[in-house]
């Protein structure tokens, strides 16, 4: 890797900070019963008091020792006994390691890292105290690069040089591949723990840490999550200055815009009942579609905001079990989340569609407050850390546990060294390992070291490291929405799957950024095929690490590659035509196919989610179609017509059909008719005297079809409809092969020869008799 330019400060602990006596000491937010509930545990923690307390100093050898200072050439650094190149090497493990994975030995750490964020070129920045694990990111912040391995010659302590303290602010990584960083720490009159609104840019190129556009709010623990625009949003945080109580919520979200520097308020979704007492870092994630999704920590409320214009914000009407800040929310894939809430209830948060659904799964093994939550790169979920009391040495979880979406059960995994409680942090990496690290500022540790922790696919069923398959080049290193990724892996590896993971950036129990993408391909030969997800609401843009799992479910090393907000314009269509007239149709009878033809338009394949009917016909209309799966833009499919209909009447109805979140629409209608005779076909009247009303003569008619028939309507035309008259039976549904009487009645005012035409009128059909007479002087 080329080692980017910048000022550069070795890792160094100085004789004074090597002699510093070990601090002991709680956590002043106080212990909970794991049975407490939301509500008052909410309260306890509603003012978290971050003042540093003395806990001894753990540099990876055990609290309290001291790192062996090198050489000064070396910058009087320090590295841990077995400290590995994570790039390249697994340790081996036993036979265990291959269904729990193996911790790797711990490691120094320059700072506590309680803020973590994976870099575009694999590279982690971590930031959050200064060298003593003291609480603050004033000062310094720290680069790791993994494959200079984990010795002190791989970090590069940086100073901070913006005078903004970005502890406890939020961070995310940016589509440029720059770090934003926004909110933190403020000293008011020599008191720490109020809010700032100050932003700031980090440059991986540069290593450099520069001012930018400060937000309308203060906030101090809020959530910044990428929007699928390629913007960013900043949820909650408290906006406290000088005077911490009572809290002061930020409830109104603003938008990043990175091309224009600039932070608008989305004043229409302001919620106190989202954003309120749910402050703390909320649990923020894009949904399916566009819209955040927003879980509330403690009381299970969930909301839906959307980003547009002004922003609006809604509750929904389903609600999770009691939860805590301390517990991770994990989004395992688009649209769905792990939640683990109070009494070791775990459940599953389906935000797919509208309405969430929440599912119970298998609960986690204990009670696990300030645990962290990383997705592997097989789509399982790592849960690391914890405690049964809030950041106290009591039940303590060392035991990594594993959640398989696929059965919703969890596996125990590998033990770690060391407590990781509040202020920890885990970080998925390239190479498929976890960074779990820190823990302190306040105790009751303060850890400034970290452990790697290998999972279970990277092992043999011995425990030795399995061969790991080999993805050597991508097509490209950025890509599109909807593009086509080529990659190559070894000659001989066979690959079972192929999976994305954004790189993730992790805090306080929440990694808001991290997502996991499962593709489709093809192989031939050593190249691998896959076509992107095109909709940017699943695929949301930012950097992911592609890896190539082998039919033995081992990885490769990932590439990382950037997917950009230029998502092709979004998939449309049209119907032709707007109506569809079947005219007179036999009822009982499907009718000739009518021809619809559906034209794609837009950017991307159109996938068809629906083809229905609506309206008070809907039954009598049936359709078939060769549309298939999807339709490529500028093509066209047919959708054919039928109608059926049931009964001598006029029909109507509406085609719907569904796709890329639009419904198009045709009108469609015909008349079912029913066959029927009027007899005799002509009917005589002789000679009438004229003022007089002759006797009446019968017509009959016979329904000759399989329905009934209902008579609309007797009428007279012709040349004198005037002189006839007529009764009938007829006034109701005429049954099949039933028949009915019209009684013409004929009344001359003239003499000669008179006649009419009467006609029987029913749905879509019509049958007729000549009536005729003689009118005679008297």
Known sequence: MVRKSGAKVRFAVSAVLLMAAALAGG??????????????????????????????????????VKPQAQSAAAGASVQAAGALAVSSTVPTGTAAASSGGLFGAPITWPVIPIHALLLPDGRVMSYGTNAAGQQGAELIYDVWDPSQGTGSSAHFVLPNQTNTDIFCGAQSLMLSGNVLTSGGDLTVNGVRNSANNHTNIFSPSANSLTANTPMTYARWYGTLLGLPNGQLAIFGGRQNVGALNPVVPSTTPEIYDPLASTWTSLTGAASSAAFGANWWYPRAFVAPGGNVFVIDDTNGKTFVVSTANAG?????????????????????????????????????????????????????????????????ADGTVLVTGGSAVVNKLSGVDYTAQIWNPATGQWTAGASAAKARLYHSTTLLLTDGTVLTGGGGAPGPLVNLNAEIYYPPYLYAADGTPAPRPTLSATDFATYDPGQTLNATVGPTDQIARLTLLRTGSSTHSNNTDQRFVELSFTQTGQTVTATLPSDPTILVPGYYMVYAINTAGVPSLSLVVSVTANAPAPANFTLAPATVAFGTVLAGTPSSAQAVTLTSSGGSALTLSGVSFSGPGAAQFSQTNNCGSAVAPGSTCTINVVLTPTAAAYTWGTLQVQGAGLTQTVAVNGTGSVPFTVAPATLSFGSVTSGVASAPLPLTVTNTGAAPLPVSSITFGGKSPSLFSQTNTCSTPVAPGATCTINVVFTPNTTGYLWSKLTVNAPGIAQSSTVSGTGVAP
């Open 312 to 376: 609006s914000i809604r509750q929904t009407t389903v609600t999770a079990p009691a939860g805590n800040l301390a517990l991770p929310t994990i989004p395992f894939a688009p649209g769905k989340a792990l939640s683990i809430r109070l009494n070791q209830q775990v459940v599953v948060v389906d935000y797919t569609t509208a309405t969430p659904v929440i599912t119970a799964t298998s609960p986690i093994d204990a009670v696990r407050y300030w645990a962290g939550g990383t997705i592997l």
């Open 27 to 64: 956590f002043v937010m106080g212990g909970a019963d794991p049975s407490v509930t939301a509500a008052a545990l909410a309260n306890l923690m509603a003012i978290p008091d971050e003042t540093d307390v003395r806990a001894p100093i753990d540099y990876g050898a055990g609290p309290g």
